[in-house]
């Protein structure tokens, strides 16, 4: 059901319009239909009766409420926009933050937008994190990307969308939650909790950008490593959460892009992914650009559409997510 509005649509919102003047440099504005935001767990969250956080929302950016993170997720929601002309196919967005927090502002602004305009019905999940004493520990944010792509599968009928034909894109920490959602499907990671959970998860295709992968040394990515694993993780806990460690044949056709200039993340993450469904004979596409950056967006300084776009868009109609 439907949760009414709220501050988390309120933040919703504004983080969708956050790029919205660099959007209008790119392409005309976008209509969609008001943005629905759903708990992915008809009741408390699995795994919690050791959990003692309070939720909390942060601005980012002093003096911008727009740019906005959620710390010590409780109650993970899934938001959902329409295109005006659905193509019949989702994407589920998986937001970074360092498995420290979960942001809110490149994945859920222009990227959506250009989403959209592609005719997809846009999901964007907010998930727990690993250190916040849920049982589940480091597959925590796994079990809410699993019932995420449930609940769009559930819905997708009276949406108009193919339940076969949801993608997953994921961004930073986030691209570690959807790497491991693409080739972690066969696994419950969680008891059923209703019908929706009788329904796959293997999204249709993956799209990874920039993202956390590995958690192996010298390629890890320092903070999700330690929010995920601890200050003093073994070589067994590092290998089981290497999202490159664990991909089997039947992982879907995978899209990645990073910057080589980026400072946060090892563009190696990218590359051992890449290697990785290689060697399965996954159908894989890598693109890593000379510049960019960590969080490297829609558009570029001068505000034009950055080629990964065209790229992806070409790639998921190669696949037949969409024509």
Same mark, same amino acid.
């Given at each position: 059901?439907?949760? +009414? ?12 319009? /956050? ?14 239909? *008001?943005?629905?935001?759903?708990? !992915? ?8 009766? *050791? ?15 727009? =740019?906005?993170?959620? !710390? ?5 929601? $899934? ?5 005006? *002309?659905?193509n019949?196919? @989702?994407?589920?967005?998986?937001p970074?933050?360092?498995?420290? %927090? ?6 859920g ?5 250009w ?8 999901f964007?999940?907010? #998930? %727990? $994190?690993?250190?916040?004493?849920? /049982?589940?520990?480091? =597959? ?23 339940? @076969?034909?949801?993608?997953?894109l ?17 696994? +419950? ?20 950008? #920039? ?9 890890a ?7 995920? !694993?601890?200050p ?18 039947? &992982? ?5 892009? @990073? ?19 290689r ?10 650009? +000379? ?7 829609? &558009?570029?300084?001068?505000? *034009? ?6 790229? !992806? ?8 997510? #969409?024509?």
């Open positions: 059901m439907a949760i +009414e509005p709220n501050r988390r649509t309120l933040l919703g919102l504004t983080a969708g319009l /956050a790029a919205a003047p660099a959007l209008a440099r790119a392409a005309q504005p976008v209509a969609a239909s *008001k943005l629905d935001i759903f708990d !992915l767990w008809p009741g408390p969250a699995p795994g919690g009766e *050791k959990v003692t956080v309070t939720e909390q929302v942060i601005a980012r950016t002093p003096n911008d409420p727009t =740019d906005t993170a959620f !710390l010590h997720v409780t109650r993970p929601w $899934l938001t959902m926009r329409r295109p005006v *002309k659905p019949g196919a @989702a994407v589920l967005l998986i970074g933050g360092g498995y420290r %927090r979960v942001a809110t502002r490149k994945e602004g222009p990227i959506d937008a989403l959209l305009e592609q005719g997809l019905t846009v964007a999940m907010d #998930y %727990r $994190l690993p250190a916040d004493g849920w /049982a589940a520990g480091p =597959d925590v944010a796994l079990q809410d990307a699993q019932r995420a792509m449930r609940l769009i599968r559930a819905r997708a009928p009276s949406l108009g969308v193919d339940p @076969a034909k949801v993608a997953a994921g961004f930073s920490a986030g691209g570690h939650v959807a790497a491991r959602l693409a080739t972690q499907f066969a696994r +419950e990671t969680y008891a059923p909790v209703d019908a929706a959970d009788k329904l796959p998860t293997r999204p249709f295709a993956a799209g990874l950008f #920039y993202p956390v992968i590995t958690m192996t040394q010298p390629h990515h320092a903070g999700s490593a330690t929010e995920l !694993l601890g003093s993780p073994s070589d067994a806990q590092r290998l089981a959460q290497s999202a490159e460690r664990q991909v089997p044949a039947d &992982t879907p056709p995978t899209f990645i892009m @990073a910057p080589a200039d980026d400072a946060t993340v090892p563009v190696e993450n990218s590359v051992l992914m890449w290697q990785a469904l060697a399965q004979k996954v159908p894989v596409e890598a693109h890593l650009f +000379e510049v960019g950056g960590h969080g490297m967006g829609l &558009t570029g300084p001068d505000g *034009k559409v950055l080629a990964w776009t065209g790229l !992806l868009d070409a790639f998921f109609k190669r696949h037949g997510l #969409y024509a």
